[in-house]
């Protein structure tokens, strides 16, 4: 239906684009009328997602004709970026944007640098971009899942934590089972992702893959390094997450400042 | 010892260096276990706790009165060091317990609260929690007379979600005591319990205060109950303290 647009690419596009977020309308619609309001949030969300991904086309296309050290650039700015989103789903967690951008700096940043020296992700700024902002962006969700929880976790238990600290116990050791359990929540998306790979999702890296003529196999062993690299960053960025977040939630004299209430 | 203890008082005001010499050469004699010295916290603004000042002796039980709100759970926590003073201190045996490690500190001044918050598993192993902070391990013979000792004999295989409410706060007891306290802060010990539970945790914490000898700061809004453990007491109003001396005397004040 949409094959007379096919002569021009931009046009196409937009149309595309409408008709995807007419149907999200439609969703939200739906919702509405089950007294579930989202219209102002998706709105919002669909219009930053627009404006944000075109700006960053826009960017690539200056980039991809400029020195290979801008990649490197871009991805740090999407590591500020990053922290400072997944910093907003720890409400009250002091120091949370310090801590997010360090965590996914040093967690996804070390994973993109160790794998690019090795040679398993390509320092063409096509490749190094696109991969690595796919790294950072599921190190930003697992550690905005890990923050989130651990505060939760904290508030709900500052009785527990406070009894450790009172026989005795050092504030790692207090909150130790707390930061645990969030740990292991904030890898299930990554676990499941590598776990259903294939047989419940096709990812887009291998799609794209594909569509841009390589082989199929080689393209689904890539898709697999692409989602262990995921889980280490991911993995790597939580840990850090937790340990540098550990200090921020307890004073020097191992009181804890995290507290319902206040 | 009283006049001693009056003079040395008064001579405090003399200088601030002096001062600290003589607070600690009054603090450091067998009578005061414990002193606050103008404790106080004022969080935004809001004062909770106030220029509080008073002495526990050792051995001795001094019950924290006052009505809902008055600050006496905050002032358990600034001598437990859970929340920071923002004024004053406290002396522990003489030495101000911001020279004291916090771990050590809450290890000497053993707290049982009003939830008896007890860690995932089984009796035996929360009373091995406190211990083994330090390194310790707690032989299963201690583990079974300080069970005997709250009433819980044979209890330290038994998974504490089968516990009752007033076994739990036993338990939580017994957590406190394996830590070898110096001194015992009692938090409403018994004011989640049901009227049974209630009187049975109570006649047990008499029982083993009196038999240890252990020098006890209990919070309590009941002041019958106050009447019935404490030697002395401590009223708080508004965070400040507007009556302290003989239990008699100030709850019939």
Known sequence: MLNAFSGNQLILGLVQASVAALLGMIVVALARKRGIHLEKEALIAMARGVVQIVAVGSILLFLLRGPRWTGGLLLAAMIIAAGATSARRAKNMPGAFPVSTWAIALGAGSVIALMTWLGVIDTAITALVPVGSMLIANAMNTNGLVLNRLRSEVLAHAGEIETALSLGADSNASVAPYVQASFEASLIPAIDSLRSLGIVWIPGLMAGMLLSGARPVYAAIYQFVVLVMILAASGLTSLLSTVLIRSRIFTPAQQLILQPGR | ?253
């Open chain 2, 1 to 253: 010892m009283l006049v001693e203890h009056f003079e040395v008082s008064v001579s405090i005001q003399c200088s601030a260096n002096a001062s600290c010499n003589r607070m600690s050469d009054r603090l450091t004699s067998d009578s005061v276990k414990l002193h606050s010295e103008q404790l106080g916290r004022v969080v935004s603004g809001k004062v909770l706790v106030e220029d509080v000042t008073f002495d526990v002796r050792s051995g001795e039980v001094l019950a924290i009165v006052g009505p809902s709100g008055s600050g006496k759970t905050s002032l358990l926590r600034l001598i437990n060091r859970l929340d920071e003073p923002t004024s004053g201190t406290v002396f522990l045996n003489g030495t101000d317990y911001r020279h004291i490690t916090p771990r050590d500190l809450r290890r000497k001044l053993g707290m049982v609260t009003q939830r008896p918050f007890l860690f995932p598993g089984t009796v035996g192993q929360n009373l091995c929690f406190g211990p083994r902070q330090r390194g310790e391990h707690i032989a299963q013979e201690r583990i079974d007379a300080l069970l005997a000792n709250v009433g819980l004999a044979g209890y330290s295989h038994r998974d504490i979600a089968n516990l009752s409410g007033g076994e739990a706060q036993r338990v939580s007891l017994a957590r406190t005591l394996a830590n070898s306290p110096q001194v015992l802060l009692l938090d409403e010990p018994t004011s989640a319990l049901d009227d049974a539970s209630k009187s049975e945790v109570e006649t047990l914490i008499q029982q083993i205060v009196r038999q240890r000898g252990l020098t006890t700061i209990l919070v309590t809004h009941d002041r019958a109950q106050a009447a019935r453990m404490a030697g002395r007491a401590l009223v708080l109003e508004s965070g400040r303290v507007v009556r302290i001396g003989q239990i008699s005397e100030v709850l019939n004040a």
